[in-house]
């Protein structure tokens, strides 16, 4: 049969089906060859919390999101061109968000009177004429997958499991996605079970097969590669990314890093990460809980180590007195909170940006602290290398707030040279440093940089005593002294405040605009997406973002008094917001959303537009 090829500038996938139906394995493969194949891409993985909510229900769906194009993009996109639902559950859950005419490819086999039941549909979706409005393509993936594994040695069980390697084949036929890759990763996943591979590589091209010779498509698509910046690409996520930037920071620094951790969602891929890549000198340390991994690491630092601790917000609220205790002691330590949906355990699964005043004030007495946020997955590389250059510069505890949008997300990563990385090699203090020339002082300060010495302990002469007792400016002794205490509190927040960071960059191609939109975090990518359509429909709008939050560039202010109208989105209820209306005085709009879900192009467009419109009418 000969079938016609589409050409198409992007498409939007999602994956949809019970927990246990591998729906996160099918999207990652899925995108592990959309990568190999050349195309712009980004990802929004989204499942249940719980490890296996109940099979078909509504609250065990998972599903894997998709957006890739032959031109730059920003975001897993607003709403799916394409849902492959795997039963009725998936279908339910995600139907609210499939635009009229998007293609439904749903599993028969699981639309049982039993499994429609328990999503409360009273008759069949597919039968019954309520999807009309969709262009629905009813394919068996069960009963296909294990009529075309028949002739394997393996259960009816794992013949059934295999379904989504039968819907991944199809939607590669259906998109042109190269397959030697997962087949090699197949053959590479089940190496001990020949069998298992075998079936699961057959099942994967009977997909393919189908796709080929049904007549329920009779048109394929195809999506040439993104012209991009020359280098060497990789698909990454940003916990993947996280890691590898300290990496490249503790080789940099020439330090050894230390990880001390306890798992939490979102931020255990770090620590998983990590654990690969001893051979660089990494130890990673799985403690029994949060106060212990974050004791830990700065133990660690203290002997002269990269430390590292990371945790979501809960565990940041654990690790605030040793936080403040590293505070004071002025010790370099990374702090990396991969934000979720709270309070308490909240929806840990979910994202939000609701920690960013935790990370600013959430410690007893004057504790100043650098806060640094990536913008994208591959973001979090670089600004895991800056965390690094700050904390070891100034010898301060620096807060790194990544989320799980960015963590779970993934995008190409140019994978940059070595001589482009900064270099933040350390010098330790290995002599005495007191005018007598016999003296160690911990406490005597570089007049740049504010930053105390550094010594290794059992450095000979160099004994010295840290602690969370208040001790005098140089000697370090202890002391209740209060003038003296007054002058360190205000060294502390004079090092953080004078940390040198770039400037605020704004997006403004005309330089004309009078409303600016301003970010943090993982906002960036669906408030550029939203500014690129509102200068799509003839409009003016300025874009900057903040990826150092505390100090803030310098240049903010300036950016800010700039433009009539500040219009600030975030994924909490304005925080951020708040504290730049009280420092700077600028009547900041917030926009907030707290959904646990990324914003929308589409939905800040129509935000920035009204913004817009209302500068325009107040002329």
């Known amino acids: 049969m000969t079938k016609q090829v589409q050409q198409l500038d992007r498409v939007i996938i999602r994956f949809a089906g019970d927990s246990g139906d591998g729906m996160q394995l099918t999207g990652d493969r899925f995108t ?70 998007a293609d439904i490819i749903a599993n028969t086999d699981e639309f049982t009177k039993r499994n429609l039941s328990k999503v409360g549909y009273d008759g069949n979706p597919l039968e019954d004429d309520s999807l009309a409005e969709w262009r629905l393509h009813a394919v068996p993936l069960t009963s296909l997958t294990v009529k075309a594994l028949e002739g394997f040695d393996i259960s009816k069980k794992d013949a059934e499991r295999a379904k989504n390697m039968f819907a991944l084949g199809l939607l590669s036929w259906l998109y042109h996605r190269p397959t030697e890759g997962t087949i090699a990763f197949l053959e590479a996943k089940f190496a001990r079970k020949p069998e298992i591979a075998k079936a699961n590589i057959a099942a994967f091209q009977a997909g393919w097969n189908y796709g080929e010779t049904t007549e329920s498509f009779s048109v394929s698509y195809e999506i040439k590669p993104a012209t991009l910046r020359p280098g060497t690409y990789r698909n990454i996520s940003g ?146 290398v800056e965390a690094a250059r700050i904390a070891l510069a100034y010898r301060t505890p620096v807060m790194l707030l990544s989320d799980g949008y960015l963590a779970n997300g993934s995008e190409p990563w140019r994978i940059p040279e070595i001589d482009e990385l900064p270099d933040i090699s350390v010098q330790f203090t290995t002599q005495p440093n007191g005018e007598d020339g016999t003296t160690y002082l911990p406490f005597k300060r570089d007049p740049q940089t504010l930053a105390r010495p550094w010594a290794v302990p059992g450095t000979p002469g160099l004994e010295h005593r840290i602690g969370g007792i208040e001790k005098a400016d140089g000697t370090g002794n202890i002391s209740y002294d209060p003038d003296n205490h007054d002058r360190m509190v205000r060294l502390r927040q004079a090092k953080i405040d ?11 191609p005309d330089g004309d605009a009078r409303v600016l939109v301003l970010g943090w975090g993982s906002t960036y990518g669906p408030i550029a997406a939203a500014a690129r359509r509102v200068r799509a429909a003839g409009h003016k709008v300025a874009q900057a973002h903040l990826r150092h939050l505390n100090p803030l560039p310098a240049n903010t202010g300036e950016v800010l008094r700039a433009y009539d109208k500040v219009l600030l989105p975030e994924i909490n209820l304005g925080q951020l ?43």
């Open 32 to 101: 592990a060859e959309t990568a190999q194949f050349g195309n712009d891409l980004s990802t929004l993985p989204n499942f249940p919390a719980e490890i296996r909510a109940p099979a078909g229900t509504l609250p065990g769906v998972s599903s894997f999101q998709l957006h890739f194009a032959d031109h730059d993009i920003l975001t897993p996109g607003d709403a799916p061109n394409v849902l492959v639902a795997m039963n009725p559950a998936a279908l339910k859950a995600n139907l609210g968000d499939l635009p009229k005419g």
């Open 239 to 384: 916990n993947q990314a996280l890691a590898y930037g300290l990496i490249a920071a503790a080789v940099q620094a020439k330090l050894p890093l230390f990880l001390g951790s306890y798992p939490i969602t979102p931020a255990s891929d770090i620590l998983h990460e990590l654990s690969k890549h001893k051979h660089f000198g990494i130890r990673t340390f799985q403690a029994e809980d949060e106060i212990a991994g974050v004791g830990a690491a700065l133990g660690a630092a203290f002997g002269g180590s990269l430390a590292v601790t990371t945790t979501s917000g809960p565990g940041v609220a654990l690790k605030a007195e040793t936080v403040g205790l590293a505070v004071t002691t002025e010790l370099p330590l990374i702090i990396v909170d991969v934000q979720r949906a709270g309070p308490s355990t909240g929806m840990p699964t979910k994202t939000e940006q609701t920690d960013l005043l935790m990370a600013m004030f959430g410690r007893n007495g004057e504790s100043p602290v650098p806060v640094l946020a990536p913008a994208t997955p591959s973001d979090c590389f670089t600004m895991a």
């Open 498 to 508: 004078g940390i040198d960071v770039p400037d605020l960059t704004v997006d403004d």
């Open 577 to 619: 917001a708040m504290l730049l209306r009280a420092r700077f005085l600028v009547d900041v709009i917030s926009y907030n959303r707290v959904r646990g879900l990324p914003f929308k192009a589409a939905e800040l467009a129509a935000v920035i537009q009204d913004v817009i419109g209302d500068v325009i009418e107040s002329d």
